[in-house]
């Protein structure tokens, strides 16, 4: 039982070039979330997807596009990097569901992929 | 806005001392609270959660904490920590069906042997 993973774990990114993050998990969860962690900041939201095929925006969505391939994927993508990307990214999933409200729901984590864009 | 506020950025502790770490959430409505941690080298993980029933909940290796609804406090604590206690950890609030979850900025804890 592997969680969360996230590829890939190290990336250097030049201003302007793309790139997708890839995640999956295999807890059969509903809820797959991307954070990004900055010093001083904590975890901040950039979307969510709550169930397979919608996606919303979260805190920080500004410079990302996700694709909730299906229940087990859930990728983020940045189409034009800019050096304000460069950040730990992770990948997040939990049983939380739209359609049947649940509270207390732990989120678990993937183990974080490093961004530097140049 | 709704918002979490952890005290202490960083906190440096020898072996055997008491720790308690503060967090603050502004909400006025049913929440739920977590710690996670995040050890050196590994992804965030549950440290414990209160969800509802008894205000101080316990967590893994000798964790509780202690929800306050009057002070909209949950905070942290530890009797005595260990060297293997050093990491950063960090206070979530649920706001409500998983999908609302704000994280605090995270206490850097650095315990020295």
């Known amino acids: 039982n592997a969680g969360v993973t996230q590829t890939p774990k190290f990336q250097v990114l030049k201003t302007g070039q793309s790139m997708t993050l890839q995640c999956a998990q295999d807890m059969n969860h509903n809820s797959m979330y991307w954070y990004r962690q900055d010093p001083g900041m904590g975890l901040r939201l950039i979307y969510y997807?709550?169930?397979?095929?919608?996606?919303d925006k979260g805190e920080v969505p500004n410079g990302y596009n996700v694709s909730r391939l299906n229940k087990r994927e859930f990728s983020l993508r940045l189409e034009s990097a800019a050096p304000s990307q460069t950040s730990v990214y992770f990948c997040?999933?939990?049983?939380?569901?739209?359609?049947?409200?649940?509270?207390?729901?732990?989120?678990?984590f993937g183990e974080g992929s490093w961004l530097t864009v140049v | 806005a709704q918002s979490v506020s952890q005290h202490n950025h960083h906190v440096i502790l020898s072996e055997a001392a008491s720790l308690e770490l503060g967090c603050n959430y502004s909400?006025?409505?049913?929440?739920?609270l977590f710690w996670y941690v995040q050890y050196p080298g590994q992804h965030l993980q549950l440290l414990l959660k209160?969800?509802?029933?008894?205000?101080l909940v316990k967590g893994i290796k000798g964790f509780e904490a202690e929800f306050i609804k009057s002070k909209f406090s949950f905070n942290l604590r530890k009797p005595s920590v260990q060297w293997s206690d050093t990491a950063e950890y960090f206070c979530a609030v649920d706001l409500g069906g998983g999908f609302k979850t704000i994280f605090g900025a995270g206490t850097r804890l650095f315990v020295k042997a």
């Open positions: 997807s709550a169930s397979e095929g919608t996606t």
């Open positions: 909400y006025g409505g049913t929440v739920n």
């Open positions: 209160y969800f509802s029933g008894d205000p």
């Open positions: 997040a999933s939990s049983e939380a569901s739209q359609v049947r409200y649940s509270s207390g729901n732990t989120i678990y």
